[in-house]
T-cell receptor
Framework: AQSVTQPDIHITVSEGASLELRCNYS??????LFWYVQSPGQGLQLLLK??????LVQGIKGFEAEFKRSQSSFNLRKPSVHWSDAAEYFC???????????FGGGTRLMVKP | EAGVTQSPTHLIKTRGQQATLRCSPI?????VYWYQQALGLGLQFLLW???????NRGNFPPRFSGRQFPNYSSELNVNALELEDSALYLC??????????????FGPGTRLTVL
């Protein structure tokens, strides 16, 4: 069975500081990996995805993530955080069998002025 | 291009009643997915419909059911509502499957409250 762990429930960073959100997954084959962002009361917006190829993927809003098979990780990074980045971030793994996404518990990001 | 839409935005029911939630996918998308986001339980996969058929089901009791219509819109029905069914229900749509590199696009959700 596939699973996703986001070890950090809450993270607070200062505006302009760099950000890294951790994601570890468990899946037998090559995973499909995603990062989504959810603002309060809203649905999920896709930030970026990894299916194959280059292990460093670029997303929207200046985010990037790196797939590291040896560490079973897919950490999300941003060099300079903006106040508008405050939201909840979800890492997810998918498979092509049941098409379901399995989500981590989420990391709530707060941005200090 | 319109995104995934869901109705109603909010729904309040009492225990034992039935709830019906609706979802319209992005135009051209044939797959619709339902997820439950309950407090303390995170986001959990409920159902996947494609071309009118149920293709996969998460670990939920049979009182959670749904269907997909010929125009690819979908309904989620929850019978015999229980207090723990209170959650945000998210619908997503995609072009066919993940294997083709297709991501899921999410709607804004329906907030179901069971009193």
């Amino acid at each position: 069975a596939q699973s996703v762990t986001q070890p950090d429930i809450h993270i607070t960073v200062s505006e302009g500081a760099s950000l890294e959100l951790r994601c570890n997954y468990s899946y037998g084959a090559t995973p499909y990996l995603f990062w989504y962002v959810q603002s309060p009361g809203q649905g999920l917006q896709l930030l970026l995805k990894y299916f194959s190829g280059d292990t460093l993927v670029q997303g929207i809003k200046g985010f990037e993530a790196e797939f590291k098979r040896s560490q079973s990780s897919f950490n999300l990074r941003k060099p300079s955080v903006h106040w508008s980045d405050a939201a909840e971030y979800f890492c997810a793994v998918g498979n092509n069998a049941g098409n379901m996404l399995t989500f981590g518990g989420g990391t709530r990001l707060m941005v200090k002025p | 291009e319109a995104g995934v839409t869901q109705s109603p935005t909010h729904l309040i029911k009492t225990r034992g009643q039935q709830a019906t939630l609706r979802c319209s996918p992005i135009s051209g998308h044939t797959s619709v997915y339902w997820y439950q986001q309950a407090l303390g339980l995170g986001l959990q996969f409920l159902l996947w419909y494609d071309e009118g058929e149920e293709r996969n089901r998460g670990n939920f009791p049979p009182r959670f059911s749904g269907r997909q219509f010929p125009n690819y819109s979908s309904e989620l029905n929850v019978n015999a509502l229980e207090l723990e069914d209170s959650a945000l229900y998210l619908c997503a749509s995609s072009l066919e499957g993940l294997a083709d590199g297709n991501e899921q696009f999410f709607g804004p959700g329906t907030r179901l409250t069971v009193l």
